[in-house]
């Protein structure tokens, strides 16, 4: 993702890719800016405010602790607003704001879930996400 390092950054061609001390790492799961007053309040014209407020507060916690996790790891999905629908690129753009708050010593692991990607992920819908989060798929 362009907004702050990715695993591939920081751990490339497989260096720094095994650990044999001991360390630790935050999962987070759907962000999905979006989802609370799409579909749990049912709003007519749903806002992600507080998603938004959800998750910069979770970033601002990621970047208190100490020692610094080896990396953070968020599940999809990411946005609510899947591929071709018309919030998608602004919930994106909020939420690359967000993380680019992240402590650059902290690597970004973004996984896709179905409103990344789609129900029925396509190449389009694949390389969409790729475009705004990174590879679709890593190891370490």
């Not at 919930?91 to 409103?115: A, R, Y």
Request: net charge negative; with cysteine.
């Amino acid at each position: 993702m362009s907004t702050s390092k990715t695993i591939h950054e920081y751990f490339p061609q497989g260096q720094g890719r095994e650990w044999k001390e001991p360390f630790y790492f935050l999962q987070a799961a759907d962000c999905q800016l979006g989802l609370i007053e799409r579909y749990l309040e049912k709003k007519e014209n749903p806002g992600w405010s507080k998603e938004v407020d959800l998750t910069r507060r979770a970033i601002i916690a990621a970047n208190a602790m100490r020692p610094k996790p080896k990396f953070l790891v968020i599940c999809g999905d990411l946005v609510d607003a899947m591929p071709g629908w018309k919030d998608r690129d602004a919930q994106v753009k909020d939420l690359k704001d967000i993380l680019k708050n992240l402590d650059n010593e902290i690597p970004l692991v973004c996984v896709c879930g179905n409103h990344d990607v789609g129900d029925e992920p396509t190449v389009d819908s694949v390389q969409l996400y790729q475009r705004d989060f990174g590879p679709d798929f890593f190891t370490f």
